[in-house]
Structures are given as C-alpha cells and as structure tokens.
C-alpha cells in the first residue's frame, strides 16, 4: 500500500497550490495504478497462502481492509478543495478510488469470512448506501402510511432512521450498523397494518423491540403512550392487572440483541423492563397507602364494626397460589388433599389490591402462572432463606 499511501498523502498535501498533470502523464499514472492494484491483490492471496491461523488472517483482512477504507475516504476529503476542482484532476481521482474500490471488493468479497461486522466501510460506499437509504425510507412512509391515521408512526420511526444519515459528516458507520438498517427496513416493508394498535403497543412496537430499536425519543415516546393508556383506569386494581398483562406481552418477544440501532445506547428491552418494573412498584405502593388509609378510615368511626382477622400477604393472588401449591407437591404441608390446604388458608390472607381472594381462583391459577409471578415467588422465598439464615 505505500504507493498509494505516498501518492494520496504526498503527492496532494495541502501545500501544493499549483499542480497540473497531462494527458501523457495521466495516461502513465493509469498504467501506475492499474500495475500497483495487481501487485496488491498477489501479495495479499501469497500472504493469505502463507500464513497458518485464522487469527493471523482476520488481522491481515483488517490491516488492509482499514488501510483502504482510510485512503479513500482522504481521496475524497482532498478531490473537495479548490486547486483540485478541474476536468483533469477529477480524471486523476476517478481513476484512485475506483482503483481503491476495486482492491476493497476484492478484499471484501474474497474474504468475507474474515472480516468483522465492526469494520467501517468506505466512505464512496457509504455515500451511495446513504442516498438509496433515504429514498427506501421516503417511499416507505409514503406507501404504509394511512392518511386517516393521526399519529403517524411509520413516519416517525423513519425520520428517526433517517435522521443518523442527514448527519453523518462526523459519524463513521460500520457494516454492522448497515446490516440493521437493511433487516429492520425490511421487517417494516413487511408490515400490513403499521399503526393497528392491541393494548395499546402495535405490531410496529412490537417488531422494534424485537429489532431492538433504542433511539432514545422512540422508547420515550412509547412509554409516554403507555403511561397514558394506563391512567385511563381508575382503579389500582385494574390499571395493574393491565400493566402486568402488556409486560408479559413484552418478555414474550424474543429481541436481537447482537445488532442495535444505536451501540452508545441502552438495549430497548432492559429499558423497558426497568420501566415496567418501577411502574408495577410504584402502582402496589400506591395500592398499599390507599388500603392503609381506608383501614385508618374504618378504624376511626366506632360505629363500624373491627375489620375480619385477614392477614395481609405483599404478593399477588398468583404468586401466593404458586407457593402453596410448592409445599403442598413438596410434602411440607400434609393435607387430606390441596384443595383443602387453599380452602383452610386462602380465605384468611389479602392482597394489597385485593381484600378477598377465592381460594377456587388461586387454585386454579397455579397452574398457569406467568414467568413473572414465579420470579417474584422464588425472590420471596429466598428472601425468607436469607433472613432465617441470621437468626
């Protein structure tokens, strides 16, 4: 690669101000260039040929792979200033990156089971991916989009994809970034019904977070519109039982964490997991104090009579179905049979949100618990472990 190096580097440094080259000249830098390509591409297989590990070959394909993408992106940067803006230098650098093109192809396809999705690509290539990108994304808007419709998602989430690329003088992409843009454009060309929205996340939410889109305005604003479905319910009770049901939606998809729209973000999905579980929390307090304050209510009126003996358990009616279920099939407690353990317990316990459980109900529910209340159930029980522990 040295003469090349020599010939971007050197040959065209900011000094020279007065440079011209001839036909003749040009005709001989042609035959330089097209000679120097040759000995490239031989010495690159000889190397390739010679060398024993995979290791040492991925270096080789990265070492030349980053040389190339460097020189052709410094082409372009110096083919921008004005002493070289004429017909025949415009000859001269045609002649360079198309050469320099030609070897990172060569390299690119040749190799390609060496080379990391982490590489940067050129920036001729991404010059010509950018524009066919932007034009894909216009036109999607355009085709999906449903003029009735108010809140314009498709639209949005395509000015956020294209956003990166209307900016990107100083940004560096790399395949791996590439590769995502084509796979989530066509998830969304896949799309019949884009803004069809179940519980308030649509098929559109639902496909992002498994491509695991984490534009910091899109998870803003999805959160924001779930935040607002769920105070539509008034009751605690209901507005939990609808949160639960929309996270456990969520912990169904299964995201591609390997690929992401933004690598200095967060993944979207630990995101929203954080979200939903500072939102259940906050959502069981705010159950808690208003029981709390009602039993305050009730104890202070003596014409009301003392509130039943019910013991008031912190899980939810499945989660408490799970763990005497447990102990039941675990023989720790012994019954004529484990309809009789939940009939002798069950009616005695309360739940935050829930004053009367039906021991029927919390039978039946064991039996198809959501991955959530059997994380919650294993937590208590360890909690109550660790706690045993320091007696």
């Excluded at 010059?127 to 355009?142: F, G, R």
């Excluded at 209510?297 to 009301?304: D, H, I, L, Q, T």
């Excluded at 408490?320 to 009939?343: C, H, P, Q, V």
């Excluded at 029927?360 to 159930?377: C, L, P």
Aim: aromatic share 10%; glycine share 2%.
């Amino acid at each position: 690669m040295e003469w090349f190096d020599s010939l971007i580097i050197n040959s065209f440094n900011a000094g020279s101000s007065s440079i011209s080259v001839s036909e003749n000249e040009l005709d001989i830098l042609n035959e330089k260039i097209v000679s120097e390509s040759k000995k490239i591409k031989i010495h690159i297989k000889n190397t390739f040929f010679e060398l024993k590990s995979k290791r040492q070959v991925r270096l080789l394909i990265k070492k030349y792979h980053s040389s190339l993408v460097f020189l052709i992106d410094r082409a372009a940067e110096i083919r921008k200033r004005e002493q070289f803006n004429s017909a025949q230098f415009n000859k001269v650098f045609d002649l360079i990156v198309t050469s320099l093109d030609d070897l990172l192809s060569f390299v690119e396809i040749r190799y390609s089971a060496f080379m990391s999705l982490d590489q940067r690509v050129s920036y001729s290539y991404f010059s010509v991916w950018k524009k066919e990108m932007l034009a894909i994304l216009k036109n999607l808007a355009e085709i999906k989009e449903n003029p009735a419709d108010h809140d314009h998602e498709l639209k949005f989430v395509a000015s956020l994809l294209a956003a990166p690329l209307h900016n990107s003088r100083n940004i560096k992409f790399t395949y791996r970034q590439i590769l995502y843009y084509r796979e989530i454009i066509t998830e969304m060309q896949k799309l019949e019904h884009a803004v069809s929205e179940t519980e308030c996340i649509s098929d559109l939410d639902l496909m992002l977070i498994r491509m695991n889109f984490n534009s910091r305005e899109y998870a803003e604003k999805l959160v924001a519109k779930i935040g607002g479905y769920l105070e539509g319910f008034e009751n605690l009770s209901e507005r939990l039982e609808k949160l639960l049901y929309i996270c456990s939606t969520l912990y169904k998809i299964n995201p591609n964490l390997k690929l992401t729209f933004n690598p200095s973000q967060q993944n979207l999905i630990l995101f929203l997991e954080y979200w939903f579980s500072s939102e259940v929390r906050y959502v069981e307090k705010k159950a808690t104090i208003e029981m709390q304050r009602q039993t305050a209510n009730y104890a202070g009126n003596e014409f009301v009579e003392k509130a039943d003996s019910k013991l008031e358990c912190m899980l939810s009616g499945d989660q408490i179905g799970l763990i005497l279920r447990a102990t039941d099939e675990a023989r720790i407690i012994r019954a004529k049979s484990m309809n009789y353990i939940f009939k002798s317990i069950v009616p005695y316990l309360s739940t935050p949100v829930k004053r009367n459980l039906s021991y029927q109900s919390v039978r039946s529910n064991s039996y198809n618990a959501e991955e959530r209340d059997k994380e919650i159930a294993i937590e208590s029980l360890e909690k109550i472990i660790r706690k045993i522990k320091t007696y």
